[in-house]
């Protein structure tokens, strides 16, 4: 997403949070990956070596816990998060701008609490060195700490966004619409096409 009128500072900010965002993304889409490989694997194991794999529950539980942050950033880059459109076409276009700016600043501000929450949890974690009640006895700080970083990712990428935004929506509000409003079709044709090898898609002509 380009980041005009931003000091060069904010922009290389926010475009190495993008960078980060799609390589937590890629870490999250990794380790659920790896899960389902160690669980076929366990269910092999079980079946025909009458042996199994220890933990693969409780790795489980860390990678949703994973999932449900390390993505969230790359979610946000992508204008992926679910908006609630009832009505919201017939509105006057300085409405919708507005609306479209507080719903990113309503983000910003409910990221920068789930971030605080999560870094208060890994630190009090952290100080007392806790482990889980579990064959493999895993530092909790660990899992906690990859929760926390994605929280962290998160909550900067949603604040910039939502700085970007109200900058916007003083300066240029008929770009906030095509910028931070609701995603449409033909911009999911667009993306589609723009990652597309060919440039078009599968069996056009």
């Not at 942050?69 to 919708?96: C, E, H, K, N, Q």
Request: cysteine-free; aromatic content about 10%; proline content about 6%.
């Amino acid at each position: 997403m380009p980041i005009p009128a931003m000091p060069g500072i904010a922009r290389r900010l926010s475009r190495a949070l993008d960078a980060l965002s799609v390589a937590l993304a890629f870490l999250a889409g990794s380790a659920v990956f790896i899960l389902a490989f160690l669980i076929v694997t366990d269910i092999v194991a079980r079946r025909v070596f009458r042996f199994s794999l220890q933990g693969t529950d409780e790795l489980g539980g860390y990678v949703l816990a994973m999932v449900g942050s390390l993505g969230l950033a790359y979610v946000l880059l992508v204008r992926g998060f679910t908006r609630i459109d009832v009505m919201f076409r017939v509105l006057p276009p300085m409405v919708r701008a507005a609306l479209h700016v507080l719903a990113y600043v309503t983000l910003a501000g409910l990221a920068a609490f789930f971030a605080w929450k999560a870094a208060s949890e890994w630190h009090e974690t952290w100080l007392f060195d806790a482990h889980a009640n579990t064959p493999l006895q895993t530092p909790l700080w660990i899992p906690q700490g990859l929760w926390a970083i994605g929280m962290l990712v998160f909550a900067l990428s949603a604040l910039i966004q939502a700085l970007r935004a109200l900058l916007m929506l003083f300066t240029t509000p008929a770009q906030v619409e095509a910028e931070y409003g609701l995603l449409q079709i033909e911009d999911e044709l667009k993306d589609y096409r723009r990652s597309s090898p060919t440039g078009t898609p599968p069996g056009a002509v």
